[in-house]
């Protein structure tokens, strides 16, 4: 049911990542411009209020600027919403029955489509009674019986049927309902699907962006609650519900609230300015304000300090991120020669389809075509529970499992039939001990006695000095995260040194001091016994990080030694 968006990401990639990132940056720039054009359409001409809503949509959405079928999704409703604002405002019918054809096209391209014909749905019923407050904006003009609207959603409910599967297809998008509801393996394990209210989501700046636009749009509506349609109230109503209880739904809220939310503080502000007689130079300074916030926030976005906020593993261009991408490990996978079948862990699956075409593998992210019970059994897995029920019913002879799979990592180092052959920022690769893999495991002992052999890395790294203020702020965050992932490998896989040796490339790769580096290395230090060198990175991370108890409590341990 993704079918029109694969064609286009199929098409994108020949381009390889950077084709990828140009296909997701049309999809938003598109997105953008249909937004800023509803806006406009409403009448919003402060650039200090444009700046402001734009902006923090922007950075809410930011979380999920990512290369899947989502996208098409928020550019659907967009379109949608745009063509019902024509047609509200009086521009004929052709706007309202231009959203069938665009109906059928979402259909094909993304399993959200049904919000398409909930969204029709809300215009054809609110169309039955006057706006609220006695004024008709945002839905159908009042003139005549308003059967077109019916007639619109009636056409755009039978298009749904054209898919691929039919009927069939169609159940298939309105049975997804219940992979959100409470008790669903995937509902309860996915973190995208979990609310942004959630103490996992407390202080992910894009999360506090939404948070912020979130209150702020119930404020305003309520102020013009009055002068409001009826669906606009809905509308802000159903998306600002999905968006509370998913984190994935930011980007419909943002598309479909915003015209509205920038609307009604619009009013507001022709009301407050009415009764205040403030200087006229308040607008200006309060553009200029918007102006050098938005400037700030895309200059951290470039630099990468937006990401390192909050120890996320990217940063501003369109190459692969060692941190996420199981780079090194695919290619050593696929220069072996190892065996198969494989293993690996949900989130590599697509990276290893994509870089070694027509080996299968054990999972991948398209969780709609995966039933429960392989995805609890899957789940077992990885808790390191189900590792061996799973080797012996797959012939599973190689795994590549993600860095971040911890305790699947040390249940299957227990294992002696199993020994690591490599390692990367985003993966360990396994091989099972089997006459097949001899030669590979004969250099995976090498590389397990290089790895914990003391290198050129051994001599003692002293802390920098940190930066006037201003420079701090505003210089380069990259970050070498290829180290810092290897260095979390070793330290799961119980290699210290070479954890300790890669933390310390990591250190002094990157353009700064990192907390998380930082607290990686000084544990590192401490396991081998470097106990001087642990409390000087210690009292470094209390410098960087002066909230942080465990690094206070740490240091006051190390004190005592």
């Known amino acids: 049911m993704h079918g029109l968006f694969q064609i286009a990401l199929a098409l994108a990639s020949g381009g390889g990542m950077a084709g990828v990132g140009l296909l997701r940056v049309a999809f938003v720039l598109a997105t953008l411009a249909l937004l800023w054009s509803s806006v406009r359409r409403r009448g919003v001409d402060s ?6 809503g734009m902006g923090l949509a922007l950075c809410a959405w930011e979380l999920r600027f990512m290369a899947r079928p989502e996208l098409a999704s928020t550019l659907c409703l967009a379109a949608q919403l745009w063509l019902l604002r024509r047609h509200a405002d ?42 609220a407050g006695g004024r008709a904006r945002g839905q159908a003009p009042a003139r005549g019986p308003r059967r077109e609207p019916w007639l619109v959603l009636a056409a755009a409910s039978a298009v749904m049927f054209l898919n691929p599967y039919g009927v069939r297809g169609v159940a298939f998008l309105w049975e997804l309902r219940t992979r959100i509801q409470s008790g669903n393996p995937f509902g309860e394990s996915i973190l995208e699907l979990m609310s942004p209210f959630s103490p996992q989501a407390a202080g992910v700046l894009p999360l506090v962006a939404f948070k912020v636009l979130l209150f702020a749009t119930a404020l305003v509506v309520l102020g013009r609650l009055r002068h409001l349609s009826w669906f606009d109230l809905g509308l802000v109503a159903l998306f600002g519900w999905l968006a509370a209880t998913h984190v994935r739904n930011i980007g419909l809220f943002a598309v479909a609230a915003l015209p509205v939310s920038l609307d009604a503080a619009a009013g507001l502000g022709r009301v407050l300015a009415a009764r205040a007689a403030g200087p006229r130079a308040a607008g200006a300074l309060a553009t200029a304000l918007v102006a050098v916030a938005l400037l700030f926030v895309a200059e951290q976005a470039v630099a990468g300090g937006w990401y390192a906020a909050n120890n996320r593993p990217m940063r501003f261009g369109c190459a692969e991120s060692p941190a996420v991408f199981p780079i090194a490990t695919t290619a050593a996978l696929g220069a072996s020669g190892l065996p198969g079948p494989l293993f690996n862990t949900l989130d590599l699956g697509g990276y290893l389809e994509m870089h070694r075409p027509g080996n299968r593998t054990f999972i991948d992210g398209r969780l709609e075509v995966i039933g429960e019970q392989f995805y609890r059994e899957y789940s077992d897995v990885v808790s390191g529970d189900g590792w061996a029920p799973m080797v012996e019913r797959y012939g599973v002879k190689v795994a590549l499992v993600a860095n971040v799979s911890h305790a699947l990592i ?4 227990a294992d002696r039939d199993w020994a ?31 790895s914990a052999t003391p290198g050129p890395g051994a001599a003692p790294i002293v802390p920098p000095r940190e930066p006037p203020w201003p420079v701090s702020v505003l210089s380069p965050r990259r970050i070498a995260f290829e180290a810092w992932g290897r260095g979390n490998a070793f330290t799961l896989l119980g290699m210290h040194e070479a954890a300790r040796r890669e933390y310390a490339r990591a250190l002094l790769g990157s353009d700064r001091a990192e907390p998380a580096v930082v607290k990686a290395y000084v544990s590192a230090n401490v396991q081998l016994g ?21 690094a206070q409590a740490l240091l006051a341990r190390l004190e005592t030694r």
């Open 47 to 52: 650039p200090a209020l444009l700046g402001i």
């Open 90 to 131: 009086g521009g004929g019918s052709r706007w309202l029955w231009t959203t069938v054809p665009l109906q059928f096209l979402w259909a094909l391209s993304h399993a959200l489509s049904l919000l398409g014909i909930a969204v029709l749905g809300l215009y054809a019923v609110t169309s039955l009674r006057p706006a």
């Open 420 to 450: 690591p052959i490599e390692a990367d920022g985003a993966a360990v690769l396994f091989a099972h001990l089997v006459p097949a893999n001899r030669a590979t495991i004969a250099a995976a002992e090498r590389f397990a006695t290089q």
């Open 410 to 413: 040390a249940r299957i180092h």
């Open 530 to 550: 470097r106990l001087d060198e642990a409390r000087a990175w210690c009292r470094k991370l209390i410098e960087l990080s002066p909230a942080d108890e465990q």
